[in-house]
């Protein structure tokens, strides 16, 4: 009889991580990446996973000290009241967009490859349904859907390695750094949130049984996913070279589509991948949707998140058809996370951490 | 009832008041008792009275009553009434030295029967009597002796039909309460394992038996488990199912939360792993709490054959399982939305074969599946010898004519077939038809949906799976919440005994080892 406290142990904690991250971007990550340092992509994609971690490390530090009052609880101690509410603010918002450009960008693809004749507000609806119905439940069953989840989506990352291994050239990824070093640096503002996701952490902390060990089962979620995004990176740019993978809108569909399964008794693998990838799409929307009526909650003082969350089926249903075309819905994702996204993921941690260590001089002194 | 309940949700008040307030005494003067108790049995012809008479024509009178057909006649020939009426004339003491005495004579020196009891209600002797039991009255002694002289027409163990194994134990559980009790002590002896019996039912009073090893089980459930059994409040319960649906938690769900199971050494390894075995009087059936869709995906079997055969065995079943749930609803959205994913060789020839065929895909597979589920339960429902006609008419006839006729492809044919066996490897039969159930709703997305549709349906399904919890132990255990030591014995994995030295974790027994110091010296 596992203990019914609403709260998740370390490996739950790793896969949510693990699974929140992991969604639409690998699918259009290669060309960004390859857009902003060429051939040089992966070291961006392990540096900018390296400074997550850094965030990752800022959120559980402070996370750690203010374990039982959650996100808004944290920012009420270390900022003031109004100030602190304030600051919550942004998050709210930009979980509203994400998810709604989460969800857009998800069925944009599977109009495209999989259902060209269904209009997009009827593919979109039944997903929104399905997050908001998971999320209503608590945070318990999440995990414990995150978990039934993971092997097969390790799965398909194995079908998806093993297909596309195959007629490589990797010599196309040489040379090393050839980029320079500011158009690095400049890169790494792209390639940073294709990690969006893992802010989880800022709020998830009342919900864990032992949040001393999260920085450690966090960050390994995000590990896999580094190793897995380099992967991606790779095999496009050995596939396809660096212009080419340019030039794709989804590159990594591209290359699944440019792989051939053995034996042949699949004809366009990309179809069926697609299809699958709705679970992982999925896990990523509801990570979100639960992150936000937690903090919504918190801010309206309202106890039960599972009440608000549903009355985000209209708004995120509404925002995500806002645009008009595919293109029109990058330029809103990427100024939706050069703001909001940058604030949730760095600037507000870097916050809080250095005020919760003056905070920690403050309590010594009083203390003394 | 309390006060609270006065108002707008007060419940109905039963016609006929089953609780018994008003308990009457046995009296010392065995007329009044012989009148209570042929008024209470007024109308039963099958009940006995017989009264007799100790120690000569002036001794003392007796009155036993029980129900014929359900008591043992010849053992109250020979050792109830034999001893008393004759062969206590023909012994010292005389029956003029001991007539004060009589019934504790009686009971410690002339009754030759094993096992009896004493009470002093009434009511305890009626419902005694309706058990089976034979009921004794002594002139001027307040209380009645109760003797077990249960004896009624049972069937004898016999291999269960659904549950049919090639190695394994082949006896399998009766209708009679303690037959099966006795088959589980049979496998369980440690005086650490408890059968406690309760009753439930006001008017069929049928005996349930909760059992379970004291310091493996955890005490939560066990717990839980006599809750909710008292809790019931039925007027009768004629089969295990009605305990199970009574004490489940959800009603709505295809999915079990309690296992059924007709062969004992599954209950007795449940026991050993630490659940709650439940015994119902009547019938066959016994039922294991708490439990997870892992457990159902096993059988017992698995535990008896070699390791990698069973873990090459799992994973058939668990592709049979998901071919079982997802197979009609893929085909559906292959051939209605994205064939594009087909080979086009295959492609080709499916749409050849599809090319008469007047119907979209969706009802082509809606009309094979509800075929093949009418010939499912119309095969169930009939005597054997006419079942297996069902099955050349169902299979042979249909299938081929359908085809020809050009109402199906053979290419669905095919489909509903494969689905049909992987369905039945299965195996448990309750949580088989769920996955059907699951099957027609994945079918229905799909129609609207394509292969988009069958994602939703499965992440919906996984939902809905992910928040049942079965006696508070999570469904989908031991891989959410994950546990790595109870992935040694899971639906795809079953390592060597040797190596399965605790018990499974999820279900939080008290101890944990199974396997103290090591069998690794054999290696």
């Known amino acids: 009889m596992t203990p019914n406290d609403d709260k998740i142990s370390n490996i739950q904690l790793c896969v949510l991580v693990f699974n929140i991250v992991l969604g639409i971007g690998i699918l259009t990550l290669p060309a960004s990446l390859t857009k902003a340092a060429e051939n040089d992509g992966w070291i961006l994609c392990i540096i900018s996973g390296l400074l997550c971690i850094l965030s990752i490390y800022f959120m559980c530090y402070v996370g750690n000290k203010y374990a039982e009052y959650g996100l808004v609880g944290t920012l009420k101690k270390l900022f003031g009241g109004f100030v602190g509410t304030a600051l919550a603010i942004p998050i709210i918002l930009y979980y509203i967009f994400f998810c709604s450009v989460e969800v857009r960008l998800f069925a944009e693809t599977a109009k495209l490859y999989l259902l060209p004749n269904t209009s997009l507000e009827i593919i979109i609806l039944p997903l929104i349904i399905l997050a908001v119905l998971l999320s209503r439940t608590g945070i318990e069953s999440i995990a414990r859907f995150f978990e039934s989840i993971t092997p097969f989506i390790f799965f398909l990352i194995f079908v998806l390695i093993t297909v596309t291994i195959p007629k490589s050239d990797y010599s196309n990824i040489r040379p090393f750094l050839g980029t320079p070093l500011t158009k690095l640096i400049k890169g790494i503002s792209v390639s940073i949130f294709s990690y969006a996701g893992f802010e989880i952490l800022l709020l998830i902390f009342p919900y864990l049984r032992t949040p001393k060990k999260a920085f450690k089962f966090s960050s390994a979620g995000l590990i896999i996913i580094i190793v897995f995004y380099v992967f991606a990176d790779i095999q496009c740019l050995a596939k396809f070279g660096v212009k080419e993978t340019e030039s794709f809108i989804y590159p990594t569909i591209s290359l699944i589509r440019a792989s051939q399964v053995p034996g042949g008794f699949i004809e366009r693998l990309e179809g069926l991948l697609l299809a699958l990838w709705v679970t992982s799409v999925f896990t990523t929307l509801v990570g979100l949707l639960f992150s936000l009526s937690v903090v919504l909650s918190d801010v309206l003082k309202h106890k039960k998140p599972k009440h608000i969350v549903s009355m985000f089926i209209p708004i995120i249903y509404i925002v995500a058809l806002w645009g008009d075309s595919v293109a029109e819905l990058f330029e809103l994702s990427d100024k939706l996370m050069n703001t909001l996204g940058l604030y949730s993921i760095g600037i507000l941690p870097l916050l809080m951490f250095l005020f919760s260590l003056f905070r920690k001089r403050d309590v010594k002194k009083s203390e003394g | ?523």
């Open chain 2, 1 to 523: 009832m309390s006060l609270w309940n006065k108002g707008r949700f007060k419940s109905p008040k039963p016609l006929v008041d089953y609780k018994i307030e008003s308990r009457t005494d046995i009296s010392e003067e065995i007329n009044n008792n012989i009148t209570k108790i042929k008024e209470t049995f007024k109308g039963s012809d099958d009940v006995v009275f017989r009264e007799f008479v100790v120690g000569g024509l002036d001794g003392r009178r007796m009155f036993l009553s029980y129900i014929d057909g359900m008591s043992d006649k010849a053992l109250l020939d020979d050792f109830v009434l034999m001893p008393l009426m004759l062969i206590s004339r023909e012994v010292k003491p005389d029956y003029e030295e001991i007539k004060d005495n009589l019934a504790n004579i009686a009971k410690n020196s002339a009754l030759t029967v094993t096992d009896f009891k004493e009470v002093e209600k009434m009511e305890d002797v009626y419902l005694a009597v309706l058990s089976g039991e034979t009921a004794l009255f002594i002139d001027g002694y307040s209380k009645a002796i109760i003797i077990a002289t249960r004896l009624w027409p049972a069937r004898n163990t016999s291999e269960p039909s659904a549950e049919t194994v090639i190695r394994g134990p082949r006896d399998g559980f009766v209708e009679t309460l303690r037959f099966n009790t006795a088959l589980i002590r049979r496998r369980i002896r440690d005086t650490k394992f408890k059968v406690k019996q309760l009753q439930v039912g006001q008017r069929s009073k049928t005996d349930v038996a909760i059992m379970y090893i004291d310091d493996i089980a955890d005490k939560r459930v066990v717990e839980e488990v006599e809750k909710r059994i008292k809790k019931i409040d039925i007027d009768a319960v004629i089969d295990s199912g009605y305990i199970q649906q009574l004490i489940e938690e959800r009603q709505f769900t295809p999915f079990p939360q309690v296992q059924t199971t007709e062969r004992p050494d599954v209950v007795a390894g449940a026991i050993y792993e630490g659940r709650v075995g439940i015994l119902v009087d009547n019938s066959p059936f016994a039922l294991i709490v708490p439990v997870t869709l892992n457990a159902f995906l096993q059988s017992s079997e698995d535990y008896y054959s070699r390791s990698s055969i069973t873990t090459f065995v799992r994973f058939l079943r668990l592709i049979s399982g998901a071919i079982a749930i997802i197979a009609p609803g893929t085909y559906i959205g292959l051939i209605s939305f994205n064939p594009g994913v087909i080979p086009s060789k295959l492609l080709f020839s499916i749409s050849a074969s599809r090319e008469g065929v007047p119907f979209p895909a969706y009802i082509e597979a809606f009309v094979m599946e509800l075929t093949i589920e009418f010939l499912r339960e119309a095969g169930v429902r009939l005597p054997r010898p006419i079942g297996s006609t069902i099955g050349i008419v169902g299979g042979l006839v249909i299938g081929q004519a359908a085809v020809q006729a050009g109402i199906v492809s053979p290419i669905m044919v095919i489909v509903v077939a494969v689905t049909a066996i992987s369905s039945f490897a299965i195996p448990n039969y309750e949580v088989a038809a769920g996955f059907r159930l699951i099957r027609f709703f994945l079918m229905i997305l799909a129609s609207i949906y394509g292969l988009y549709g069958v994602m939703l349906g499965i992440i919906a399904t996984l939902i809905h799976l992910v928040n049942i919890k079965s006696f508070g132990v999570p469904y989908m255990a031991p891989l959410a919440p994950f546990e790595i030591e109870d992935i040694k014995d899971s639906a795809f994995v079953r390592l060597s005994w040797k190596y399965m030295k605790k018990r499974p974790k999820h279900l939080d027994p008290q101890d944990e080892i199974r396997q103290r110091s090591g069998n690794n010296d054999t290696k």
